[in-house]
Structure formats: structure tokens, C-alpha cells
């Protein structure tokens, strides 16, 4: 009875899997990099690793986002909080 269930479950998993590849593929459903996934898991800011895989300094990122340098760097280190629109605006240029 419990190989049933689990084979049952298996081919659910796989059913799923297929689906969310199938949306992967047509660009309906995102992926996040390995790389950035490890920065963040590692400790690294989101915004941080985010930057690192677009290959854009801080001073290019902060450009494009309107804000300043400094700005950045105390978002990135966590000693400075931002604001929605900050963070729209780092979305946008990442």
C-alpha cells in the first residue's frame, strides 16, 4: 500500500515538474541563477548578487536607479533601509 502511494505521488512530482518546465520554456514562469542563489544563501544582499550576475558596478546600478552611491552601498550592507520606490526603481535597472 505505501509503494502505492509513493509511485502515485512520483508520478505527480513528475507531472508537476513537466508543467513548470513547459512554463519555463514559453517565459510564463521565471528562474533565478545558481550563482545568485548562492550569493544570497551565502549572506550576500539580494540587490548585491542580483548586481554581481548583471556584471554592473555599484556606481552603474546606482546610476540607472537614480539614487546615490552611497545610498546603495548602505542598502547592499544592510544599514540603511529603502523604499518601495527605491527598490522599484533597483528592480528596473536589474
Known amino acids: 500500500m505505501v509503494a502505492m502511494i509513493e509511485e502515485k505521488e512520483y508520478a505527480r512530482d513528475i507531472r508537476d515538474a513537466k508543467?513548470?518546465?513547459?512554463?519555463?520554456?514559453t517565459g510564463a514562469e521565471g528562474t533565478i541563477p545558481g550563482d545568485?542563489?548562492?550569493?544570497?544563501?551565502?549572506?550576500?544582499h539580494p540587490v548585491r548578487a542580483w548586481r554581481a550576475h548583471r556584471g554592473l558596478t555599484a556606481a552603474a546600478l546606482a546610476g540607472q536607479a537614480g539614487i546615490a552611491r552611497a545610498y546603495l552601498s548602505q542598502i547592499e550592507t544592510r544599514k540603511r533601509k529603502k523604499t518601495a520606490g527605491v527598490l522599484r526603481a533597483l528592480a528596473k535597472a536589474l
Do not use: E, P, S
Open 36 to 44: 545568485v542563489v548562492r550569493a544570497i544563501i551565502g549572506g550576500a
Open 19 to 25: 508543467i513548470i518546465m513547459a512554463r519555463v520554456k
